[in-house]
């Protein structure tokens, strides 16, 4: 079976702080991991990663897939309030459009 | 319209009661998703369905039976539902190509907030 664990499962931090957020699968055939961040109903898409070390990059947060490590990792720089919600990792593998979700991390940023 | 809609964006029902959650997605996508996300869970998927065909069904209950007449449309009936089914149920839609590279991104929709009494 599928499985996607995220780390740690609640965090809180103050405005300013740099946060690492982590996620390890167990995928047959992977094909992506994704990260998305839920604030208060849907979730929003972050990154897609397919290939290994290739950082992607979009203002303060940015990604990094470890294919040998099965792992990735989500990164937010100079955190503020409007990053408070819940980040999702998901990972997409076999030959159908299937994910599967990692439980979330809730990331609270107090001023 | 842009994105996924999904409505109603909450709904209270008896166990008994018949209802239905519906999605609409305007992005052109061929592909479209049910999920549930309850408490301290990870998103379940309970349907998939690529070019109006159901291709999965995440052995979820019949209690629960969709409905997708098009690519842009996709309905969830709910009948006899149970307590434990109170959740956000969520609808997403993607690309989906018969050929080509496949990608994984998925558009979700607000979400329908329900409560089974």
């Known amino acids: 079976e599928d499985k996607v664990v995220q780390s740690p499962l609640s965090l809180v931090v103050h405005e300013g702080d740099t946060v690492t957020l982590n996620c390890s699968y167990e995928v047959t055939n992977f094909r992506s991991l994704l990260w998305y961040k839920q604030e208060k109903k849907a979730p929003t898409f972050l990154f897609m990663l397919?290939?290994?070390?290739i950082e992607k990059k979009s203002g303060r947060l940015s990604s990094i897939l470890d294919k040998k490590e099965l792992s990735s990792i989500l990164n937010i720089t100079a955190t503020q309030t409007g990053d408070s919600a819940i980040y999702l990792c998901?990972?997409?593998?076999?030959?159908?459009?299937?994910?599967?979700f990692g439980k979330g991390t809730l990331l609270t940023v107090n001023p | 319209e842009t994105g996924v809609t999904q409505t109603p964006r909450h709904l209270v029902m008896g166990m008994t009661n018949k209802k239905s959650l519906k999605c609409e997605q305007h992005l052109g996508h061929n592909a479209m998703y049910w999920y549930k996300q309850s408490a301290k869970k990870p998103l379940e998927l309970m349907f998939v369905?690529?070019?109006?065909?159901?291709?999965e069904n995440n052995s979820v209950p019949s209690r629960f039976s969709p409905e997708c007449p098009n690519s842009s449309h996709l309905f969830l009936h709910l009948h006899t539902l149970q307590p434990e089914d109170s959740a956000l149920y969520l609808c997403?839609?993607?690309?989906?190509?018969?050929?080509?590279?496949?990608?994984?991104?998925?558009?979700f929709g607000p979400g329908t907030r329900l409560t089974v009494t």
């Open positions: 997403a839609s993607s690309p989906y190509k018969l050929q080509g590279p496949l990608t994984y991104e998925q558009y």
């Open positions: 998901a990972v997409g593998g076999g030959s159908n459009y299937k994910l599967t």
């Open positions: 369905y690529n070019f109006k065909e159901q291709t």
């Open positions: 397919t290939s290994s070390g």
